[in-house]
């Protein structure tokens, strides 16, 4: 029996949070092997388990996975979250893509200069408010549905409630004029493996703080 997949990260969110949130949307149990230092990072590249020598990295079925999409794109195929067809899975990519454009713009803010950042989260929330959310609004409306694809749950589900969830970190107002996504995230949080997953002591990981960045910042020496 194949063991637990590991994910090779220092403990944070950034680039691996999603990926936490789709193994355990999927029920799948996994380990965390962190990255404490600039010395972990660098065993990892010399002993030729990081083919772009970065992180994240999951090391599952014999493989050693990086790259996020991929490691993404596998854990939907191999658990059933990834539609039940090649339109499907064009529509799933394509809403995933734009949730995790507005990620990243979330996941980048605490590295912003701070006479800048009053500019860029006022950015996000326009963003949120006047882009992204109406498209993703708009989608549930047109097809009455529960789910944003298919009628059954996927990975564009999961990556969309993860989203809203660090949207309402920054201001959970935003949401309010949204009464079906706000719908979507009651439904997807309800979930037995998703409710796990939410409750204290789960693998998912708190906001990023100064402590935090100091120490990604030591690790990955930027």
């Known amino acids: 029996m194949a063991g637990k997949p590991r994910l090779h990260y220092f403990n944070g969110r950034g680039r691996m949070e999603s990926i936490r949130w789709l193994l355990a ?36 079925d014999g493989m050693k996975l990086v790259q996020t999409r991929a490691i993404l794109n596998y854990i939907a195929t191999k658990y059933n979250l990834y539609g039940k067809d090649l339109k499907e899975r064009a529509l799933i990519d394509m809403y995933s893509e734009g949730i995790a454009d507005l990620n990243e713009m979330i996941m980048v803010l605490p590295l912003c200069p701070p006479d800048q950042k009053d500019a860029k989260l006022a950015q996000i929330k326009e963003k949120t408010k006047n882009r992204y959310f109406p498209a993703f609004e708009k989608v549930l409306k047109s097809h009455g ?70 120490e990604a910042k030591k690790i990955f020496r930027f």
């Not at 990975?155 to 309010?176: F, G, K, N, Q």
């Not at 979507?184 to 998912?204: A, M, W």
């Open 145 to 214: 549905q529960d789910y944003l694809v298919g009628n059954r749950l996927s990975r564009a589900d999961i990556h969309m409630v993860e989203l809203i969830y660090h949207v309402d970190e920054l201001d959970p107002s935003l949401l309010t004029a949204f009464p079906l996504l706000k719908a979507l995230k009651t439904r997807i949080s309800n979930l037995p493996t998703v409710k796990k997953f939410l409750q204290p002591g789960s693998p998912r990981k708190p906001p990023i703080n100064e402590k935090m960045l100091e």
């Open 25 to 60: 949307a999927a029920g799948v149990e996994f380990e965390e092997k962190f990255l404490e230092t600039a010395e972990d990072l660098e065993k990892l590249k010399n002993d030729g388990h990081l083919m772009f020598q970065q992180v994240p990295m999951v090391e599952m």
